[in-house]
C-alpha cells in the first residue's frame, strides 16, 4: 500500500509539469554556428583518420 501511495504522489507531482510543455509552444532549435576551435579539431580527427586509415592498408597489404 505504501508504494500505491508513493507511485500516485510522483504521477501527482508530474501533472503541472505536463501541462506546463503542453502550455508552450514549440520552439525549433536554432543551429549554432562553429567555431574556429572546432573547426581545428574536426580537421584535426580527418587527418588523424586518413593517416589511421593509411596505416592500416600498409599493415594488411604487407601480410
Do not use: C, I, N
Not at 34 to 54: D, K, R
Amino acid at each position: 500500500m505504501k508504494l500505491f501511495y508513493m507511485v500516485m504522489g510522483f504521477m501527482a507531482g508530474l501533472l503541472p509539469l505536463s501541462a506546463m510543455a503542453a502550455d508552450s509552444g514549440y520552439q525549433r532549435p536554432v543551429p549554432q554556428p562553429q567555431s574556429a576551435t572546432a573547426e581545428l579539431w574536426f580537421g584535426l580527427a580527418t587527418v588523424m583518420l586518413v593517416v589511421s586509415l593509411y596505416v592500416v592498408h600498409r599493415v594488411v597489404k604487407g601480410r
